[in-house]
Every structure is written in structure tokens, then in C-alpha cells.
């Protein structure tokens, strides 16, 4: 997330991070959508709607998908700053 801030304070990078940002937004759905459905939804649909268990699990993988996702997100983060910091530092 850094990355793509820093670039937008590029001039002409405003375009690319926004692609970029938006890519990485598709990824995480997609790969949210494959791996809950995977876990959760039984793959020979014997029924139209969702029962109780196939909601369940897929409102509970949902959660802890996008609770790793911005766990891991805010790690990358203050590594990055801390990177940034130590960049920076006066040597």
C-alpha cells in the first residue's frame, strides 16, 4: 500500500497506481471467491440457495480470508516504513 501511495506522489504515476491498486483489489476477490467456494460449497449444487452450514462457512472464511489479508497488509506496511525510516536515518 505504500508502494502505490508513493507512486501517486510521482507526477504521471497517478494513473498506474490506481491500476495497480485496483488489480490487486480484483486479485483479492478472486482468490477470495476460489477459496471459500472451494471450502464451503459443495461442488455437485444439489439445491439452488446456499443452506444453513454452506453460509456459515462462507461467512466465517470470509472473515478470517480478509482478517489475514489486512493482518498481513498492515506487516508489509510498517515494514515498509521501517525500511523507509532506516532510508532516511542520518548516517
Known amino acids: 500500500y505504500l508502494l502505490v501511495v508513493k507512486m501517486a506522489a510521482m507526477p504521471g504515476m497517478e494513473q498506474l497506481a490506481a491500476e495497480m491498486e485496483m488489480q490487486a483489489t480484483a486479485d483479492l ?9 472451494n471450502k464451503c460449497i459443495n461442488s455437485t449444487y444439489k439445491e439452488g440457495e446456499l443452506n444453513k452450514a454452506e453460509a456459515v462457512c ?8 480478509l482478517q489475514v489479508h489486512q493482518f498481513i497488509g498492515k506487516k508489509f506496511n510498517d515494514m515498509q ?11
Open 81 to 91: 516504513a521501517a525500511a523507509m525510516a532506516a532510508e532516511q536515518a542520518p548516517k
Open 29 to 37: 476477490v478472486n482468490n477470495l471467491v476460489q477459496v471459500c467456494m
Open 58 to 65: 462462507a461467512d466465517r472464511c470470509v472473515a478470517k480470508f
